[in-house]
């Protein structure tokens, strides 16, 4: 076997970053070979394509489905297999669950070799559409050419006018959407009315390779429990006429919104954030719930992407946290303070640990609208220790330590603090369940015990998944 070797598969389990697995005989042994296969799922009949090999196992394309899986389901969406937002969307959401819930157990049984804790069943969402409160689309001036396009021989239209979404693994070009099934209907409709607005005057998309142009990014952020609404338009300089009129029309087309920005990028980056903004209409800012508590969402703020689903996420955090009123707690990697906050009112106080400015800038107006007083910020940096900062402020040490890192996991810098801290209980809340078994491993080899595991489904058709883990000092 080799690259570019064609296999005829049977597809029998459901891989981490939703990868269908296949089983072969390997020549003269008694082992197993396993192929990867992307857009495959268990109960598939398959030809695919060997794309990459290594000595255990091998990724192939899929080239066509002989036989279709029983889970198999239409897609509701008709970009999808060539836009890269949902990689599952013709998979029944039961079944996605399913496997997610095995992928993260085999993870900490199988991968990380660990027994002995509670498993708790998988969260599911409540929506499975039109669950997400932000979505960020790109301007290209390469319009993503699709294969019914090509194949029709037909002269192509408007290729250097693109807002949609990138294609995976393809950064200089955008495939133009009209519709998309994550975020509101709204947020379609917006989207569809910016492409004409600037389509019919000419306006320029700012390119990569030259450096010119004015339009980046249009980004939408709807609040779910108030009903407000922002457009946030990136653009690579300031026109203040053209932007008036954009601002006006939006107004009058869609007086549902409830704030319109203009952020100024002015760096070569492809980046969704301005330099700075200008606020056109509206106070800048939605505001929106979670559980009961209120927070403040600016245009380049964090906030978790699944309201509803962040609220359950942050109860099971509470609840694995068995936290009393006199606990001292470390929130680390605090972001906007949505976690501090929400758990701020069961406990004595709260040290949030975060590094950019601005994200505790939008944490303390958060702490205002909730009217938090037990709560204080250390400034630091999670790539470097933050042990010395917390032991020069004389912050008492920590009953239970929250962390919710990147995806990378934590630095081995701070799994040493907490460690050196020793806090009674560590609850660790991850969007990466490899990452997150690396440094729970690490904690188990320095007097930790893992008691309670439970994924949540914050982002249905796609292989990403939360997951709250437990652990206790022994």
């Not at 070979?33 to 290594?54: L, S």
């Not at 036989?67 to 198999?72: C, I």
């Not at 509670?118 to 001036?141: H, L």
Request: neutral net charge; proline residues 4%.
């Amino acid at each position: 076997m080799k690259k570019g070797t064609k296999l005829e598969l049977k597809i029998e389990d459901y891989a981490f970053e939703g990868k269908g697995l296949a089983r072969i005989d390997q020549e003269g042994t008694d082992k197993k070979f396993v192929v990867f296969v992307q857009g495959a799922y268990p109960g598939d009949k398959v030809n695919a394509q060997i794309r990459k090999k290594k000595k255990s196992y091998a990724e192939a394309k899929l080239i066509e489905v002989l036989k279709p899986s029983e889970y198999r389901v239409e897609a509701k969406c008709g970009y999808f297999g060539t836009c890269g937002g949902c990689k599952a969307q013709d998979l029944d959401y039961g079944v996605q669950v399913q496997y997610k819930e095995k992928q993260v157990r085999d993870i900490f049984e199988r991968m990380g070799g660990l027994d002995g804790f509670e498993f708790f069943p998988i969260v599911p969402s409540e929506k499975i559409y039109f669950y997400r409160n932000k979505m960020e689309f790109s301007f290209a001036d390469r319009r993503w050419i699709t294969e019914e396009e090509v194949a029709s021989g037909e002269e192509i239209p408007d290729r250097d006018f693109a807002l949609g979404l990138h294609i995976p693994r393809i950064y200089d070009k955008v495939l133009d959407i009209k519709e998309c099934f994550l975020q509101s209907e709204i947020s379609n409709d917006i989207l569809n009315f910016t492409r004409d607005f600037f389509k019919s005057r000419d306006v320029k998309i700012y390119s990569t390779k030259t450096h010119e142009g004015y339009l980046r990014n249009l980004v939408i952020k709807t609040a779910h429990h108030t009903g407000e609404l922002m457009v946030n338009l990136v653009t690579a300089s300031e026109d203040t006429d053209l932007i008036s009129q954009y601002g006006a029309e939006l107004k009058k087309n869609f007086p549902q919104i409830t704030t319109f920005i203009n952020n100024i990028n002015l760096r070569k980056a492809q980046v969704a954030v301005g330099d700075y903004e200008n606020v056109i209409f509206g106070p800048g800012f939605i505001y929106d719930y979670i559980g009961k508590k209120k927070y403040r969402v600016s245009a380049n703020s964090f906030f978790q992407t699944n309201t509803l689903q962040a609220e359950k996420l942050y109860d099971i955090a509470v609840e694995f946290g068995e936290f009393h009123p006199d606990d001292i707690v470390y929130d680390l990697y605090s972001g906007a303070g949505t976690i501090a906050i929400y758990l701020s009112d069961k406990v004595k106080e709260v040290y949030a640990v975060e590094a950019v400015e601005a994200a505790v800038a939008d944490a303390k107006i958060n702490m205002e609208l909730n009217n938090v007083h037990n709560m204080q910020f250390i400034k630091a940096d999670l790539n470097k220790s933050f042990y010395p900062i917390a032991e020069k402020h004389s912050f008492p040490k920590p009953d239970v330590i929250v962390a919710d890192p990147p995806r990378s996991g934590m630095n081995p810098k701070t799994v040493a603090d907490i460690i050196k801290l020793g806090p009674d209980r560590i609850v660790y809340v991850s969007c990466n369940p490899t990452t997150q078994i690396r440094d729970i491993k690490e904690f188990i080899e320095n007097g930790y015990e893992l008691l309670k595991v439970r994924p949540v489904d914050m982002f249905p058709h796609t292989y990403h998944i939360e997951n709250v883990a437990l652990l206790k000092k022994r």
